[in-house]
C-alpha cells in the first residue's frame, strides 16, 4: 500500500503542516482528525488497514490532514473572533494549499470529505462551504453548531462556519445548484448529545432541497469501533 509522508510551511497558517497520503488512485478522500488531533490519528487507529483493498486497488486515496483546533475553536484563551479568524486560515489552507497538492498528485475529480466527532464538523464545513470541489461528505457523530465555542460573540467568520446558520439563509441560485449535486451522509448515535445538531441540519438540507441522509445508529455510537462500521458501511455512498 503506498504510503508518503509531506510537510511545508503553510502561506496561510504561517507554520509548518503535515499530512499523510494511502493510495496512489482513485477517489480522493480528505480526512480529518477528530477534535485537536493529529494527521496520524486515522493512521494510528487502524482505519486505513480497514481500506487496504480499495486503496490497493486504485479505488481511493485518502489524503490525512492535520488540524489547528487548538489554535482556532478550542483556543480558550483567544477572543473568539481571534478562534473564527484561525478557523478561516485553515479553510484557506485546505482549499489553496492542500487540495491543488492532491490534484497535482492525482486528477480523478471525485473528492470525499471525511471525519469522525469534530472532524464530522470539518468535513461537513468544508464540503458545504465549497461544494464545487466536493462530491461526497461523511460525517460520522459530528457537531454542526459551534456556538458553543464562541459563547455569545458572532461575526461573519463564525455564521460563514456555521452550517446550522448559513444553509437555512442560502439563496444562491448558483451554490443551490452545486450543494444539490453533494452526496450527504450523516450518521451519529440517538444517545449521543450531537444528535441535535444533526437533526437540526438534516432538516435545514432538506428545507433547501439539498438531498442528505442521517443514518441513526443504536446508543451513544461515538468511538472509533462504531465509526470502523460506519465507514465500511457508507464509503461508497450507499447502505
Known sequence: MNREYHQWTSPALNRGMELLIFGHAGARVLVFPTSQGRYYEWQDRGMFDLMRGPIERGELQFIAVDSVDAESWYCGWAHPSGRAQRHMQYDQYLLNEVLPFSEARNSNPFLITLGASFGGYHAMNFGLRHPHKVSRILAFSGIYDIRRFVGEYYDQNVYFNNPVDYIPNEHDPARLEQLRRLDII?????????MESAQRLTGALWAKGIGNALREWD?????????EKMLTLYISGHD
Request: hydrophobic share 50%; net charge negative.
Open 219 to 227: 446508543g451513544w455510537a461515538h468511538d472509533w469501533p462504531f465509526w
Open 186 to 194: 450523516m450518521a451519529a448515535g440517538r444517545e449521543d448529545r450531537l
